[in-house]
């Protein structure tokens, strides 16, 4: 008899061991799949949004009108655009001590969605949260793809090209630190990183 209760004792704590590590994981795990969910909806409620739709009128027609569809025309079309936009400068400089020189520099006050600096901005910064999402296992690249088509990869394209231009021009990229610039690596090439592989996988390139 002894022994039985033994035996029972033995197998109520290990159940009740097992429990409560089932109790800790459960607990884990809930929360981290709500705030990715969350983290996916909110880029679903974003693509869904006017000002997304803008963003993505504003840079194909970019690409298409003011570049002719011509990615060698990408950086002195982006900068035209840029300083006329943003500091209302029409004629052409080609550096930062010129445009000192010649022009008393002033913000432009403009909706700031109607500007393609900001459009850039917006999308950039989406796709690489939808790239990161993408690579989680709590949300993954099998929901992305039946969420997202093929034609994404050919703005995130666009969005490549025009970040990698803005980071080797000192008038669209302007170092704040009191450092020495970070290498390429190390500062816009990362998120580029991201926008290359949410466009491989968009595009069918690679299979995960």
């Known amino acids: 008899m002894d022994f039985v209760m033994t035996v ?6 290990v159940l009740a061991i097992f429990i409560a590590c089932l109790t800790l994981i459960v607990t884990w795990i809930i929360p981290k799949k709500i705030a990715w969910n969350q983290m996916y909806s909110n880029l679903i409620s974003e693509y869904r949004s006017y000002d997304f739709a803008i963003a993505v009128q504003g840079i194909i027609e970019f690409f298409a009108i003011d570049c002719k569809s011509d990615t060698s025309k990408i950086k002195e079309k982006y900068k035209e655009r840029f300083l006329k936009e943003i500091y209302g400068i029409e004629n052409r400089v080609n550096n930062i001590d010129e445009i000192r020189s010649k022009h008393n520099i002033q913000l432009l006050e403009n909706d700031s969605d109607k500007t393609l ?3 850039r901005r917006l999308l950039t910064q989406f796709y690489a949260g939808l790239n990161v999402c993408s690579e989680s296992s709590w949300v993954g690249s099998d929901k992305v793809l039946k969420d997202f088509t093929k034609s ?25 630190s009191c450092n020495e610039r970070l290498s390429k690596s190390e500062r816009v090439k990362e998120i580029n990183k991201k926008l290359a592989n949410l466009y491989s996988l968009l ?3 690679n299979k995960r």
């Not at 029972?8 to 704590?13: A, G, L, P, Y």
């Open 152 to 176: 994404e990869a050919n703005i995130i394209r666009i969005l490549y090209l025009i970040n990698e231009v803005i980071d080797e021009d000192e008038i669209l990229y302007k170092d704040i």
């Open 8 to 13: 029972i004792q033995t197998i109520c704590s």
């Open 117 to 119: 600096h900001f459009q």
């Open 203 to 205: 595009n069918g390139d």
